[in-house]
């Protein structure tokens, strides 16, 4: 399934640089999320915007920050990481945030930090 | 809260047998869920969701699952494995107004 889009695939940086990852949904729906994936953790939600506006913040740190110009794309600008935010970083998209929505998936960006 | 348990981090099973992936729940009120599929280098696959009605529910290639309200448990199963199902398996759960909660994945192998 292709309809969500993430690139790079994968993205290998240093701490004190900054860099951004892009996620393009092709499914015309309206809700975009970002979830952090590390190894043997349970997926973390890390942002939700729903018709362009962030509704959810879960407390992520301001080193993450996210952008929604439109209900196509979303973007998650990364500055000054940590060693601990090498992850897989998953981009997903739903029609609207309903309860009975399942949620499409990127195939991830893969993040490395050195 | 809510919250998910996959009793099991990796489930084997032999080719042509029947499998299970186990998972249970907690949430207040009514619960929504979903099972998702992840094969290497890939992100998650949605296979088959739990609203209301019928507790079996049937979903993409071939995989069902039952919803069970007093054991709170909603197991994804399979007649018959094939080699291909190989992947890490994640049950979710959802209620109303609140966001997806992920259980902590099951690495099912299946083994010519």
């Known amino acids: 399934e292709t309809g969500v889009t993430q690139t790079p695939r994968h993205l290998v940086m240093g701490m004190t640089n900054k860099k951004s990852l892009k996620c393009e949904q092709h499914?015309?729906?309206?809700?975009m999320y970002w979830y952090k994936q590390s190894a043997k953790k349970p997926l973390e939600l890390m942002f939700v915007?729903?018709?362009?506006?962030?509704?959810e913040n879960n407390s992520v740190p301001s080193r993450f920050s996210p952008e929604c110009p439109n209900s196509s794309h979303l973007f998650l600008h990364l500055h000054t990481l940590q060693p601990e935010d090498s992850a897989l970083y998953l981009c997903?998209?739903?029609?609207?945030?309903?309860?009975?929505?399942?949620?499409?998936f990127g195939d991830g960006t893969r993040l490395s930090i050195l | 809260a809510q919250s998910v348990a996959q009793p099991e981090d990796q489930v084997n099973v032999a080719e042509g047998n029947p499998l299970t992936v186990k998972c249970t729940y907690s949430v207040s009120g009514n619960p929504y869920l979903f099972w998702y599929v992840q094969y290497p280098n890939r992100g998650l696959q949605f296979l088959l969701k739990y609203i209301t009605g019928d507790n079996l529910v049937k979903g993409s290639y071939g995989f069902e699952a039952e919803f069970n309200k007093s054991q709170t448990s909603f197991h994804l199963k399979k007649p018959s494995a094939l080699v291909s199902d190989s992947a890490l398996y994640f049950c979710a759960v959802r209620a109303y107004g609140q966001n997806f909660v992920f259980g902590p994945g099951t690495r099912l192998s299946v083994l010519p």
């Open positions: 997903a998209s739903s029609q609207g945030t309903g309860f009975s929505q399942p949620q499409h």
């Open positions: 499914l015309g729906h309206n809700a």
């Open positions: 915007y729903s018709l362009e506006e962030r509704v």
